[in-house]
């Protein structure tokens, strides 16, 4: 069969059988397409591959494009999978990936907000345009209800329910949960629905998508990430519209929230995935304990 073929069963595979999202199949699409340029390159077949073509490669990978270690991981995992594919399916014999060694990959605290500048980045929204009506509405709910980008972009009119604060939002691996928002959400969002996305709709559009574009079309993750940019810049802070999921967590859970209850809301699968907001946690509390704690001068 040709690689061609073999990517596009693999792919298919992830989605079926592996259940991931499909964020992670065209991540893991985008590093084997090169994994297999560079096995082209080297003259390679796949099934003659060991340890230590895939090693070169990881390192090639690490030389070139100067990959961090988190990227190292992901790939590593990308070809540990493509060859568990190939040797399910009888296209080789061993599983050379096994023998890869991931980087240990340092915790990373995820940068959060305080409530001041998430409100003062919300507030220089224009609500006065159809644009700026909805990404007031759209960042709302997205802090609110702690969501994803690709959840919020997925979103259907038919997915909300306003007058119960309650969102059915499609997480990874396709699971779906039940989401709650509060009433400033809901505000903007019944504002947004009544007055702005008719005029972004037109007369004939009929997207099933609560949040659309200029052209009528479903929002899409890229066109989220750019407006949040632009918004976050006119507010002073180069933060990420994923900081929004991140502080949602964090104002839960120093409100006294039990970890359950955020993994529920956030819909992670693993419980350690939320234990990582209790460090931000801690990370806050020493960082008022430097700034604001008198350093004792060690004089009696």
């Known amino acids: 069969m040709k690689n061609s073929g073999l990517l596009d069963r693999f792919c298919s595979r992830l989605i079926a059988i592996e259940r991931r999202s499909v964020l992670t199949k065209e991540c893991y699409r985008l590093e084997i397409e090169r994994f297999l340029v560079y096995l082209e390159e080297k003259n390679t077949l796949i099934d003659k591959a060991d340890a230590a073509v895939l090693t070169d490669y990881i390192v090639r990978r690490n030389q070139e494009d100067g990959i961090d270690p988190r990227t190292v991981a992901k790939a590593v995992s990308a070809l540990r999978s493509f060859y568990r594919f190939l040797t399910d399916e009888k296209f080789v014999k061993d599983n ?41 509405s ?11 980008v690709c959840e919020a972009s997925a979103l259907n009119l038919r997915d909300i329910d306003i007058k119960g604060g309650v969102a059915k939002v499609r997480g990874k691996g396709n699971k779906e949960r039940l989401v709650l928002f509060g009433d400033e959400a809901c505000a903007r969002l019944k504002i947004y629905l009544e007055e702005a996305r008719p005029k972004l709709a037109g007369a004939v559009n009929k997207s099933p998508a609560l949040f659309i574009g200029r052209n009528g079309k479903r929002l899409s993750r890229k066109g989220i990430w750019k407006n949040y940019a632009k918004h976050a810049m006119l507010a002073g802070t180069s933060s990420r519209v994923h900081t929004l999921r991140h502080s949602f967590a964090t104002s839960l859970l120093a409100g006294g929230a039990d970890l359950r209850t955020v993994q529920e809301l956030l819909g992670h699968a693993d419980l350690s995935t939320t234990q990582i907001y209790t460090h931000v946690d801690t990370a806050i509390l020493r960082e008022n304990h430097r700034r604001y704690l008198p350093r004792l001068s060690g004089e009696m």
């Open 96 to 136: 050379p990936a096994l023998l890869l060694e991931s980087p240990k990959r340092r915790m990373k605290l995820p940068e959060v907000l305080d409530k001041k500048t998430i409100e003062k980045l919300l507030d220089l929204i224009d609500t006065t345009t159809p644009h700026g009506c909805r990404d007031r």
């Open 138 to 148: 759209l960042f709302e709910l997205i802090y609110s209800a702690g969501l994803r």
